[in-house]
């Protein structure tokens, strides 16, 4: 079955680095979403891809789908202890599958 | 205020015991969803509502029972056949099936 793996699982940086998670499908996907949990807190929707090797921005993070539709990526530039969280993917083909998600710590 | 509210934040149960979790949301979305968090892990659905008075099983519905009776409402009931029922439970909705689901901020079951 569908299956979506998600790297690295934990990444620790020192405020103003960048920051990278990974996002890989089994299969073809319809789209992607991604998703950010604070400690504590609950899954908060941050953006949904659809289009074959669509770029997306928000500020400071950015979203890239892959040409084949089965890879994604979020990209933060110079982290902020804001950013602190974990970053779920969840890929659609038939059923959504979430990935087990990137915990990100920021040192000051 | 829209959004979805689950209650209450944390729960405690006795093992054997079963225990409802609900769930309510005024956002007027047709979908409704169950999913399972454990330490470390993703999101695992449980049971999902595309519609009023109709519900699919999920990756992981057993042990677990959900009602739809209204548009607004879709509690989970964590019966004494699910094995390990000690996690995070969150629902979310979404306007229409496949598209993206909102959360609302989960309960914390703990059975002793």
């Known amino acids: 079955g569908q299956q979506v793996m998600q790297i690295p699982q934990y990444q620790h940086v020192q405020e103003g680095e960048d920051f990278t998670t990974y996002c890989n499908s089994s299969t073809t996907l319809s789209n992607i979403q991604w998703y950010k949990q604070r400690p504590g807190g609950h899954p908060v929707f941050l953006i949904q891809l659809v289009k074959s090797g669509e770029v997306k921005k928000q500020k400071r993070l950015t979203f890239q789908f892959g040409e084949a539709k089965k890879n994604s990526s979020l990209h933060i530039t110079a982290t902020q202890t804001t950013d602190v969280g974990t970053y779920f993917c969840a890929g659609r083909n038939n059923d959504m599958r979430f990935g087990a998600g990137t915990r990100l710590t920021v040192k000051p | 205020d829209g959004g979805i509210t689950q209650s209450p934040k944390y729960l405690f149960r006795k093992e054997g015991q079963n225990v409802t979790l609900s769930c309510e949301q005024n956002l007027n979305h047709d979908a409704m969803y169950w999913y399972r968090q454990d330490p470390g892990q993703g999101l695992r659905l449980i049971y999902y509502?595309?519609?009023?008075?109709?519900?699919q099983k999920g990756d992981i519905a057993e042990g677990y029972s959900v009602s739809r009776e209204k548009k607004e409402s879709f509690p989970l009931t964590v019966t004494s056949a699910q094995k390990n029922p000690t996690a995070f439970y969150l629902c979310a909705s979404s306007i229409l099936p496949r598209t993206p689901p909102f959360f609302g901020p989960g309960t914390r079951l703990t059975v002793l």
């Open positions: 509502s595309q519609i009023v008075n109709d519900f």
